[in-house]
């Protein structure tokens, strides 16, 4: 394992979203106390929506530093925000309109446009958004991930085509499942991350887990996570991580 990650392993699923909502409560409480905010892209999926729901409710409703926590996406299906695919129509649901987060500080990708422009927007936006903080790169305090079984993470899908170029800081793009338009935060932006938290649950990831933990060879969307100043945390249940080899989970 690179020096700069580390594996966690819950017992369940429940556990997971506990210790999820715990290490997104911790990473919170650091960056106020270092810079007097906190920014945080979430991916969408199943996997968060537990999480969600915890930091929904006490003692998070009210612990969590929303006043000065931003909270913005690491991906989104182009569909109305209603529609049951919808990233933020999840979390919309889950959390934000159960949390005195102010509005202006929740940051939906644009999802009823077209894809290059809403890529184009919420690049804007995150430039505007970092700027503001005196910073040229896309520093997130917490980039939280999914993984697929195929190994994709935000919407980077193997075999696509994804920009390297470090300007390039969403892109738009067509595939996963749903097979649809969405926008996704590309390599540039996630390893630009302070932390990467890996949130896997699931017997059916435990194989792809063991291939991007243990394979350092491996040529996956996810492998190409390697956060230049920052350090990832795989948070697994037990299923995901049951494939690991004794040694790699012992060393951790
Ligand atoms: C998306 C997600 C995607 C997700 C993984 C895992 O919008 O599709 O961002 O990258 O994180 O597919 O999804 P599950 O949590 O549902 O397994």
Redesign the pocket.
């Known amino acids: 394992m690179p020096e700069n990650s580390k594996i966690v392993i819950t017992s369940n699923a429940e556990r997971l979203a506990e210790k999820g909502a715990e290490l997104m409560y911790n990473t919170a409480v650091e960056a106020i106390a270092r810079k007097d905010s906190f920014a945080v892209a979430v991916?969408?999926?199943?996997?968060?929506r537990a999480m969600h729901r915890l930091l929904s409710q006490e003692p998070y409703r009210s612990d969590m530093p929303w006043q000065k926590t931003h909270f913005f996406w690491?991906?989104?299906?182009m569909v109305p925000f209603d529609h049951p695919d919808s990233?933020y129509g999840a979390a919309q649901k889950d959390l934000m309109s159960m949390i005195p987060i102010p509005a202006d500080q929740v940051y939906p990708m644009p999802a009823m446009m077209r894809p290059e422009e809403g890529a184009d927007l919420y690049q804007a936006k995150l430039k505007t958004f970092f700027q503001g903080l005196g910073s040229l790169d896309p520093v997130f305090d917490l980039i939280i991930?999914?993984?697929?079984t195929d190994g994709?993470?935000?919407?980077l899908f193997p075999g696509q085509p994804s920009s390297q170029e470090p300007d390039r800081w969403v892109l738009s793009v067509k595939g996963?499942q749903p097979d649809v338009f969405?926008l996704t935060l590309t390599y540039a932006v996630l390893n630009s991350a302070r932390h990467i938290l890996f949130l896997v649950s699931g017997d059916a990831?435990a194989a792809v887990v063991k291939t991007l933990i243990e394979d350092r060879h491996a040529q996956l969307p996810a492998a190409k996570i390697q956060p230049l100043n920052g350090k990832i945390t795989w948070l697994l249940d037990q299923k995901a991580a049951s494939l690991l080899s004794e040694e790699i989970v012992a060393d951790n």
Request: glycine letters at 22%.
């Open positions: 991916s969408g999926g199943s996997t968060p690491v991906d989104e299906r990233n991930l999914g993984i697929g994709h993470t935000a919407s996963g969405r990831k």
